[in-house]
């Protein structure tokens, strides 16, 4: 059974660098594609990106400029990293395993809920 | 605002059929990406509930089903259930810019 469990601070400063890890179990980092996908309060889902079976990357145009994306394989780990943010990178953010480029979100973690403020 | 769009509500009482629309455009349901949906219960993770149209993961009943025709795409639940009241989200890929996975707005059921 394949379970994706994210971690991080849930309180980071305005102008800051937002940092999260999602372990990954039963699967490995280096198959399908993995996303981040985040859920402000009260709002619906906006996918940040994705790092791929082969480490390449893709991003939300919206974000591109402020985000890293990456795969640790020794430790079948991803990592987010959003710098500069502000109060609107207040959200739940959600790790999920991607069935294809285009496709099917089809594993989820639970979440970590990330505030910004200072 | 969201790239594909949904209503933000729907209701319907236990034992009826309800239908769910999320309208796309020319560059992504419209050219032919598949669409997902998910439903997402009160203070949870979204969950995969139709994946590539119209395929139901293994767990979901078959109350649940999709459709999609061009560039618009409906999820019908029948026979529901107090349990159905949740979220829920249509996903697809959109081919704008350097192309990205979209969401639509999410539509919020409430079992009467």
């Known amino acids: 059974q394949v379970q994706v469990q994210e971690s991080g601070p849930g309180l980071v400063k305005p102008s800051e660098t937002l940092s999260l890890m999602c372990t990954v179990s039963?699967?490995?980092?280096?198959?399908?594609?993995w996303s981040w996908i985040r859920q402000p309060p009260g709002k619906g889902l906006e996918w940040v990106g994705y790092v791929s079976y082969t480490g390449s990357t893709k991003y939300n145009p919206s974000l591109e400029s402020r985000v890293t994306i990456s795969a640790d394989t020794s430790k079948n780990q991803l990592s987010l990293r959003l710098n500069s943010v502000t109060a609107a990178d207040t959200a739940v953010y959600f790790c999920?395993?991607?069935?294809?480029?285009?496709?099917?979100?089809?594993?989820w973690g639970q979440g970590t809920t990330v505030t910004v403020s200072s | 605002q969201p790239v594909l769009t949904q209503p933000p509500s729907v209701s319907g009482a236990p034992g009826q059929r309800v239908t769910i629309s999320c309208t796309g455009s020319s560059s992504n349901l419209g050219t032919g990406f598949d669409v997902h949906w998910y439903q997402q219960l009160p203070g949870t993770a979204p969950k995969l509930l139709i994946y590539i149209n119209t395929a139901r993961p293994s767990g979901v009943p078959d109350r649940f089903s999709g459709s999609k025709s061009g560039a618009s795409a409906s999820l019908a639940i029948s026979g529901l259930q107090a349990e159905d009241e949740a979220e829920y989200y249509c996903q697809s890929y959109d081919r704008t810019l350097s192309g990205l996975l979209v969401f639509g707005g999410g539509t919020k059921l409430t079992v009467l």
């Open positions: 999920a395993r991607g069935k294809g480029a285009t496709g099917t979100l089809d594993v």
């Open positions: 039963g699967d490995s980092v280096s198959s399908f594609y």
